[in-house]
């Protein structure tokens, strides 16, 4: 229902605003004006999403939390949806999106309203298939002596039906030997 709301509400409240300030400043200049929000609006979400990538990559890096990083994220692309979409009230709503105190503010408000019902993060212990010190996401990548490499290799093999392929020897990475 509340998405019904917004779907009607929010292309009445543009129109509005198209007469009102088209009838103060004119057709030209309302029209100057919705093409430069937008374009200043798609220079400053690149900024900051590329600033909100590179924050996400030093916490996975880090082996830190994503979920702040992620967050801003989501509400920055919302935001460069609502700066490309055509009217006043959206340009509105997507530069106070651009604003962090307010998407901190907004991200405070929804996460009361978000439950979490599992999570599960691979750290630097042994996890499944992982030997002892190593780990899914090394904090310093690949070259990390806890970063986990596994490596693997496949052939193909036409079996005929019935006749399953022989599996590999546990924990020796080998293919399975060609029956005879």
Known sequence: ?????????????????????????????????????????????????????????RRLDRGGDPSGPLAHGALILVAGIMLLTPGFFTDTVGFLLLIPPVRALVIRHLAKRVVV????????????GMGAGGGQWGPGGPEDPGHATVETGYREVDEPAGRPAEPAEPGTGQLPRERD
């Open 117 to 128: 019902i599992g999570a599960r993060r691979m750290g630097r212990g042994a996890g499944p």
């Open 1 to 57: 229902m509340l998405i019904f709301l917004a779907l009607v509400a929010v292309p009445i409240i543009e129109i509005a605003l198209f007469i009102e300030v088209g009838g103060w400043i004119g057709l030209w200049p309302t029209i100057a004006i919705v093409i430069a929000t937008a374009v200043a609006g798609t220079a400053l979400l690149r900024a900051q999403g590329m600033a909100a990538l590179g924050e996400l990559q």
